[in-house]
């Protein structure tokens, strides 16, 4: 079973990034590659900051 990268695939690329059992299955997974995990963290941490933190606590 192939294991490849979701967003790259999106992208009308093939990033295999690893085989695993069973490796006689012609079946395909998803995961994720560097460059996108690292895009996607990155954006992640951009809409984190950029929304203003709810406190329901009051004064």
């Given at each position: ?29 998803h995961g994720i590659c560097e460059e996108h995990a ?6 992640v941490r951009e809409t984190k900051t950029a929304v ?8």
């Amino acid at each position: 079973m192939k294991v490849v990268c979701a967003w790259c695939q999106d992208q009308g690329r093939t990033t295999v990034l690893r085989e695993k059992e069973p490796f006689d299955r012609p079946t395909i997974s998803h995961g994720i590659c560097e460059e996108h995990a690292r895009l996607f963290l990155e954006e992640v941490r951009e809409t984190k900051t950029a929304v203003p933190a709810l406190d329901r606590r009051g004064p």
